[in-house]
Structure formats: C-alpha cells, structure tokens
C-alpha cells in the first residue's frame, strides 16, 4: 500500500543487468536503460511498419508514420530553410524520443525515460554544443557575432553582449530543465491524486464519495498530461531548430 | 557521428560528480517497500545514476539516431516522393491529354471548315456546269427549231406558188368553158391564160 501511494517511487531506478564498470564508473543496464530501448524499438517499429506496405493511398498506420515525417520535416523546413535538411534526422530522432518516452510514461508502471534531469539535460546540452560546433565550424569565429547584434549602441554594447551571452548559455539549462520538471510535475502530481483515491476509498462508504473528486482529478489530469507530454516533445522539438537557426543564419 | 562523440564528452566531464556516489545502486531495489526519501537522494537528482544512465543514453540515442537516418526517414521519404511523382506525372498526363483533345477539336473545327468550303466550291461550280449545259442544250433546241421553222415556211412558199400557178390553169380552164359555153367560140387554153395573164398585170 505504501509502496502505491508513494508518489517519487515511480521514478526510483534499479538494475537490470549488472553491476557493469567501464573506468570505475558503474554503468549497469538499469530500468531506465531498459526503457530507452523500448522507446528506440516503438519508434522504430511504428515507422517501420507504417512504411512496410508503401501504399500510395496510405492506410491507418502509413498515415501516421507521414504526418510524424511531415510534421517534423515542415518545422525543420519552416525553421531552418532548406539548409536545415540535414538536421531533420537528428531533430526527428529528439522529437521522437522524448514524445515516445513521454507518452510511454503515461503507462501504469512504466518508466518515464523524460523524468531525470541527467537525460533530459544531456540532450540539450548535446543540442546546445551542437549549436557551438555547427556554428563555429560554418562560419568560423565569425558566428561569434551573434552575441553582437547590429544597431545597439556603443555603451551598451558590452552589456547586451553579455546578457545575450548568459541567454545563450542558460539555454541548455531552461531547455532540459523544462521537460525534466513537465514531466517529473506532471506524474508526482498524478501519483498524489490518485494515492487520495487509494486511500480514502480504503476508509469505507464516506471515503469512497470522497474519493469521487480526487479521481475526476487524475481523469482529467490524465488528459492534461497527455497533452503535455506531447507539448514538451514538439517544444523541444522547435527549439532545437530555433536554436540550431542560430548556428546557421547567425545575423538575425 | 560527431554529435556521439561530444555527448560522451560530455558524459566523462559531468562523471567526477559522480564518481564519489557511485556505489551500489542495488541498494535502492530494496527501499521500495519504505517511502523512498529513506534512501538515498531524490530518484531524479541522484548522481550515483547518472553514469550509466548517460552511458545508456548514448548508446540508445546513437541508434535511434542511425536507425531514423538510415532507415526508417529513407522509407517514409520515399513513398512521400513516389507520391509525389506519380501525382505530378499524372498531371502531367492530365495536361497532354487535354492538349491532345484541343488539338482534336481544333483539327476537327478545321476539317469541317474545310468541308464546308468544298462543299460550297462544288455546288458553285456544279451550278455553273448545269448552266452551261442547259444553255448548250437550249440554243442547239433553239437553232434546230428555227431550222424546222425555215423549212416549214420553204414548203409554204413553194406549196403557195404551186397552189398559185394551179389557180391560174384553173381559172385558164374555167375562162377558155365559159367562153366557149357563151359564144360558141373555142379559146384555146394558151390565149385564155394569155389574156388572165393581161388581165392580171
């Protein structure tokens, strides 16, 4: 009973597999792991069957698969220009990962990959070093000048430069800690709604009408993080090719 | 595969933070049954996690990465382009056929112009034709009756001089009776048609 109404044990990790060291470091195969593998195996099996038949009237599933493609494809495409095209796997790959292991979190006892902060933070610090190497590696130190917008005055110049500086370096923080705390947020606060169901329904008949708002709540809540779960994928989604904007058309 | 690398990178410099802390992870399997603040940091912020996790993500990451690149988008881009070809051909196709078909009523429109015009030069010239024929026709009528008609007026005259000549002898005749029935004299025929003659002149 306890172990239910605990609302942070769904985010609790254990090993699987293990325990591997690589350099002293402990690196078992844990639940986690576990779960970024099946979100690796759904994405790719939903997109490999949708694409299986190739109709040129798609069907159910095809019709999914494409309006996945083209929905990242038009953002990239919209966002980046037609010099984006090579970043549309990789952007897919990010939106697909995070929507997949949000939605997969919705699952009764099924982990959610998006819920610790190291994951979530080292996407985007991986997007942001992205930004840094694209950056610098099309334009030389000239993408530098992005921390210099054009037309600001001379005395205030060194000031914009360096809050232009700290939004740029503070994007991998508000990017990762953004999904983090969506989704870590999102199913404590399902947990609490639903523990109240558990609990007040196991203290008899009062407790049972009782229990009837708190569960209207998780019901509903259910639906909100639904819509949440998908809104923090596309959000990090466009982000990431807002960001990724910067690296290739730095004067705007 | 330049966006793997940097994020094992990444992983080795945030891992020191995790190195003191890394110990048994096995532990925390054993603290469901109590409330899990009783062990160890919060789930999410606990670094002894962190290295295989970051591992992990990699590893998971990178293949998500390959399987989308060379797979799965290849497969979905291409029945989006067959699509896409196969609509504009058919447009394509739609829009020849439709130039064909112009082509056909305009080459139709023409022929029929064509026809109407022929038409119109043969009945002219059979109009023409049938004129002249029956213009031909009628003055060979024409002359012919005018031949008969000269003919005709011929033999009148000559029937007229005869019928002329025999009234003469006739009236000879009858003179030379009656001279004879009221003198007794014979007259012969000669003097009768003589003194006729005279008479006439």
């Known amino acids: 009973m306890a172990q239910a109404i605990d609302p942070i044990h769904q985010f609790q990790i254990f090993d699987i597999a293990g325990p591997f060291h690589i350099g002293g470091y402990e690196i078992s195969f844990t639940n986690s792991n576990l779960f970024m593998g099946i979100v690796v195996l759904v994405v790719t099996g939903i997109l490999i069957a949708a694409s299986s038949k190739a109709a040129l009237v798609p069907g159910r599933l095809q019709s999914i698969g494409e309006m996945w493609y083209q929905f990242i494809e038009n953002m990239v495409k919209q966002v980046l220009g037609h010099e984006g095209k090579k970043f549309f796997p990789l952007v897919f790959s990010l939106f697909s990962f995070v929507l997949i292991s949000n939605m997969l979190g919705m699952f009764p006892y099924f982990f959610t990959v998006t819920s610790h902060v190291i994951v979530t933070a080292a996407l985007a610090v991986f997007v942001v070093a992205l930004v840094v190497v694209v950056g610098i590696s099309k334009h030389g130190l000239g993408w530098f000048k992005l921390f210099v917008p054009h037309g600001v005055p001379m005395v205030i110049l060194p000031f914009i430069s360096i809050i232009e500086i700290i939004s740029f370096l503070s994007r991998p923080i508000s990017l990762g800690l953004r999904l983090f705390g969506n989704m870590l947020a999102g199913h404590i606060v399902l947990k609490v709604f639903a523990g109240f169901v558990v609990v007040l329904g196991s203290l008899g008949f009062g407790g049972v009408i009782g229990a009837i708002a708190p569960l209207a709540m998780a019901v509903a809540l259910t639906a909100l993080e639904f819509l949440v779960a998908f809104l923090q994928a596309f959000v990090f989604a466009i982000l990431t090719c807002v960001y990724l904007n910067d690296a290739l058309h730095p004067s705007h | ?201």
């Open chain 2, 1 to 201: 595969m330049s966006q793997s690398t940097l994020v094992v990178a990444e992983a080795t410099t945030e891992a020191p933070a995790a190195e003191a802390a890394a110990g048994e992870t096995t532990g925390q399997t054993e603290g469901t049954e109590a409330h899990g603040g009783g062990h160890g940091a919060f789930p999410p912020m606990d670094t002894k996690t962190f290295p295989s996790q970051l591992f992990w993500l990699v590893i998971f990451f990178a293949l998500l990465y390959l399987l989308m690149s060379r797979v799965a988008l290849p497969r979905i881009a291409k029945i989006l382009d067959n699509r896409a070809s196969r609509i504009e051909g058919d447009l394509a196709k739609a829009k020849a056929l439709k130039d064909e078909t112009e082509a056909a009523v305009q080459a139709y429109e023409k022929a029929l112009a064509d026809a109407r015009g022929k038409a119109q030069s043969i009945a002219t010239e059979t109009r023409a034709k049938m004129t002249a024929e029956m213009d031909a026709e009628r003055s060979a009528v024409e002359k012919s009756l005018a031949a008969k008609v000269a003919e005709a007026e011929t033999a009148i005259a000559a029937a007229k001089a005869k019928a002329m000549k025999d009234v003469g002898d006739v009236a000879a005749d009858t003179a030379a009776e009656i001279v004879a029935e009221l003198t007794g004299n014979k007259v012969t025929k000669a003097a009768a048609a003589k003194a006729i003659s005279d008479l006439k002149g």
